[in-house]
């Protein structure tokens, strides 16, 4: 099986843009999260779809948005953006039942200038 | 906030095991322990995770006490690419989110 996809890998983007990533999880699994990862702040969780409706969501402003799609691919949506927003931010699907784990992407590596 | 602790660091030889220690002292009786690791700029990878049975896969072994309020994460001959970041993590259900805190870094030394 394929493992979770992100894309694009890396994006430079200045402040007040917006920007788009996506994520493509493992054949099968239902629910995709979103995690950002800073070094001050470590892995934080921002939002969570399952069957295309957010299940969780973290603590983040609303600047921040997700959606997902019926195929369960997912994109996170971050507007405005701030120098703050440089992170990683990283994917994990699972299947969406109980008990089991999350596998991870790669991550996006956003750089705000 | 994450319901963990774990030491901020340790040092194990190459070959030998490498024991990593979780206290969850406030877990409750439907939590799960999970194990995760990063490797330097890559995605977290599952390790293991367990309720009150030991466990062991391919990759490690995890040790959970009676009492189930610490764990140990047993990687039994670790090599160079075992070092990472290490995090434990209590979950209550496959749906809820992972809550990172700061984890162990790990350095296996040749």
């Known amino acids: 099986k394929a493992g979770v996809t992100q894309t694009p890998r890396y994006l430079i983007k200045t402040r007040g843009q917006q920007v788009t990533l996506s994520c493509s999880p493992i054949?099968?699994?239902?629910?995709v999260s979103w995690y950002q990862q800073t070094p001050g702040q470590g892995l934080q969780f921002l939002f969570e779809y399952f069957s295309e409706t957010q299940r969780n969501k973290g603590n983040f402003p609303g600047r921040f948005s997700g959606r997902q799609f019926s195929n369960s691919r997912s994109e996170m949506n971050v507007s405005t953006l701030e120098l703050g927003d440089s992170a990683l931010y990283l994917c994990?699907?699972?299947?969406?039942?109980?008990?089991?784990?999350?596998?991870f992407g790669p991550g996006t590596r956003l750089t705000v200038l | 906030d994450a319901k963990t602790t774990q030491p901020t660091s340790m040092d194990c030889a190459e070959g030998r095991a490498a024991n990593l220690p979780c206290n969850h002292s406030?877990?409750?009786?439907?939590?799960?322990v999970y194990w995760y690791r990063q490797i330097h700029s890559q995605g977290p990878q599952y390790i293991i995770h367990g309720l009150k049975n030991n466990e062991t896969n391919e990759m490690a072994s995890l040790i959970i006490t009676e009492d189930r309020k610490s764990s140990t994460l047993i990687l039994p001959h670790a090599t160079l690419r075992d070092t990472a970041v290490y995090y434990c993590?209590?979950?209550?259900?496959?749906?809820?989110?992972?809550?990172f805190g700061k984890g162990t870094r790990l350095s296996v030394i040749a």
């Open positions: 054949s099968g699994h239902r629910s």
């Open positions: 406030t877990i409750s009786g439907n939590e799960y």
């Open positions: 994990a699907s699972q299947t969406g039942t109980r008990d089991n784990e999350q596998f």
């Open positions: 993590i209590v979950r209550n259900s496959g749906n809820t989110p992972l809550v």
